[in-house]
């Protein structure tokens, strides 16, 4: 069955789409249930993710990188999740929001921070939520305040992916006060980990993508240098809203790769298992189930390719990418929901993919923003 076929994926995306399927038989399915039973960093895979040229490529060629367009991110992701959405996330986390500081960094920063992260000698993290406040971006609480030619960081941050193992982050924090801007209060940093006043710890174990890791971090008179700034002071709001944009779709992707996942391994059981005297798929309600799941599928997956075109020409960006992360996930979830079923009682074998993509698409349906406020985005942004 091929389910993530290359019709909707542009020609400039084809060659890394079918590198990233290569590499996801060999190195990603074959080690899915071992990480995601002991819960353990997938080094060996990341470091093998790397020679074959597929992590942080997004970042551009003039620092290292080989300058992956949007459609090709995706592209990867779809096949990534596919396999495995704990170490698919690990290998798209090694440059997560260095991209920001491609974005919108001054020449030196780059030089000094985005160069190794394109050439695989470092990678990074983003941190934005806290542990009081996930959704409300401007609702945050870590404060950078100036001091001579110094920004000094306070605060905590939760849920961060490789606050741990990364060589630096960009922390959104709080340089205003003004109530009656609320969006303009915010900046965004480089902040090495290894910097005095940065401390992180793993939060407790998760149910799902168990191969990803995320850190509790906390900032306690954390010292950066001004020029450590991403852009201008106080637009750290507005460029993370555009870098979710690009975000949203690939989450997007995640969601399609996972529901790709349900439903190959649905088809596949009831077509081996038999009840009354005959194979479960000559029961015409498994045969709606199954159709339910493959029109949704390729419904979601319509949109979301060409909600890819929207946000690469900065055209109803939000709008469409919001669209795409809710439709694929919820998708993701209502494949895996429907797959559970088709698998009777063997669905809640630990050993069995179908459990573990049951648990990993509550994780999509999060991150990169709750579905619940991506509804939000896509009411207040429609086209008028
Ligand atoms: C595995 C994983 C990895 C993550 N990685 C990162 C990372 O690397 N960096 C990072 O910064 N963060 C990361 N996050 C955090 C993630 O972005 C937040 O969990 C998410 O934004 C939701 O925030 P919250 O959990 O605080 O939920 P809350 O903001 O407390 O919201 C809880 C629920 O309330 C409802 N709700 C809240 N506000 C509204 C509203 N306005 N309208 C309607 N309903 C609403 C929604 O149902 C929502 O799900 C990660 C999370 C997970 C699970």
């Given at each position: 069955?091929?389910?993530?076929?290359e019709?909707p994926?542009?020609?400039?995306?084809?060659?890394?789409k079918?590198?990233?399927?290569e590499?996801?038989?060999e190195?990603?399915?074959p080690?899915?249930?071992?990480?995601?039973?002991?819960?353990?960093?997938?080094h060996?895979?990341l470091?093998?993710?790397m020679?074959?040229?597929?992590?942080a490529?997004?970042?551009?060629?003039?620092?290292?990188?080989?300058?992956?367009?949007?459609h090709?991110?995706?592209?990867i992701?779809?096949?990534?999740?596919r396999?495995?959405a704990?170490?698919?996330?690990?290998?798209?986390?090694?440059?997560?929001?260095?991209?920001?500081?491609?974005?919108?960094?001054?020449e030196?920063?780059?030089e000094?921070f985005l160069r190794p992260v394109?050439t695989?000698?470092?990678?990074?993290g983003l941190?934005?939520s806290?542990?009081?406040?996930?959704?409300?971006l401007a609702g945050?609480?870590?404060?950078a305040?100036?001091?001579?030619?110094?920004?000094v960081?306070?605060?905590?941050k939760?849920?961060i992916g490789?606050g741990?193992?990364?060589?630096?982050?960009?922390?959104y924090?709080?340089?205003?006060?003004?109530?009656?801007?609320?969006?303009?209060?915010?900046?965004l940093?480089?902040?090495?980990t290894?910097?005095d006043?940065y401390?992180?710890?793993?939060?407790?174990?998760k149910?799902?993508?168990r191969?990803?890791?995320?850190?509790?971090?906390?900032?306690e008179d954390?010292r950066v240098?001004e020029d450590?700034?991403?852009?201008?002071?106080?637009?750290?709001?507005?460029?993370?809203?555009?870098?979710f944009?690009h975000?949203?779709?690939?989450?997007?992707?995640h969601g399609?790769?996972?529901a790709?996942?349900a439903i190959?391994e649905?088809?596949?059981?009831?077509h081996d298992?038999?009840a009354?005297?005959?194979?479960?798929d000559?029961f015409q309600?498994?045969?709606?189930k199954?159709?339910?799941m493959?029109?949704?599928?390729e419904a979601?997956?319509?949109?979301?390719?060409?909600?890819?075109d929207?946000?690469?020409d900065?055209d109803?960006?939000?709008f469409?990418?919001a669209?795409?992360?809710l439709k694929?996930t919820?998708?993701?979830?209502?494949?895996?929901?429907?797959?559970?079923?088709?698998?009777g009682?063997?669905s809640?074998?630990?050993?069995?993919?179908?459990?573990?993509?049951?648990?990993?698409?509550?994780?999509p349906?999060?991150y990169?923003?709750?579905?619940?406020?991506?509804?939000?985005?896509?009411?207040?942004?429609?086209?008028?």
């Open positions: 069955m091929e389910l993530l076929d019709r994926v542009p020609e400039e995306a084809r060659e890394v079918q590198q990233a399927r590499f996801a038989a190195h990603i399915a080690n899915a249930a071992e990480y995601f039973e002991t819960g353990e960093y997938p060996e895979v470091e093998a993710g020679d074959a040229g597929l992590v490529q997004d970042i551009g060629e003039e620092y290292g990188g080989k300058g992956f367009s949007l090709q991110v995706l592209a992701a779809e096949e990534f999740y396999a495995d704990g170490i698919a996330l690990t290998l798209q986390l090694a440059s997560f929001g260095a991209e920001i500081l491609e974005e919108h960094g001054d030196e920063l780059k000094e394109a695989n000698e470092q990678i990074t941190a934005v806290e542990p009081d406040t996930g959704s409300d945050m609480t870590t404060t305040e100036r001091d001579g030619d110094e920004y960081l306070n605060g905590e939760y849920w490789n741990v193992e990364a060589d630096w982050v960009t922390v924090a709080k340089t205003g006060d003004d109530e009656n801007n609320r969006y303009g209060n915010y900046s940093f480089v902040v090495p290894d910097t006043g401390e992180a710890e793993h939060i407790p174990e149910m799902a993508f191969a990803s890791k995320q850190a509790h971090l906390t900032l954390c240098p450590h700034l991403i852009g201008v002071e106080g637009a750290g709001f507005y460029m993370l809203a555009e870098f944009n975000g949203r779709v690939i989450v997007g992707g399609i790769g996972m790709a996942a190959e649905a088809w596949d059981f009831v298992r038999e009354f005297g005959r194979s479960v000559e309600a498994v045969q709606h199954l159709a339910d493959r029109t949704e599928f979601a997956r319509a949109l979301n390719w060409r909600a890819a929207h946000v690469a900065s109803d960006a939000g469409w990418a669209m795409a992360k694929s919820e998708t993701a979830n209502d494949c895996a929901q429907k797959a559970m079923q088709l698998h009682g063997r809640v074998l630990h050993d069995r993919r179908i459990a573990r993509v049951y648990r990993d698409v509550r994780v349906v999060i990169e923003g709750a579905n619940d406020i991506q509804r939000n985005l896509i009411y207040n942004q429609a086209p008028k």
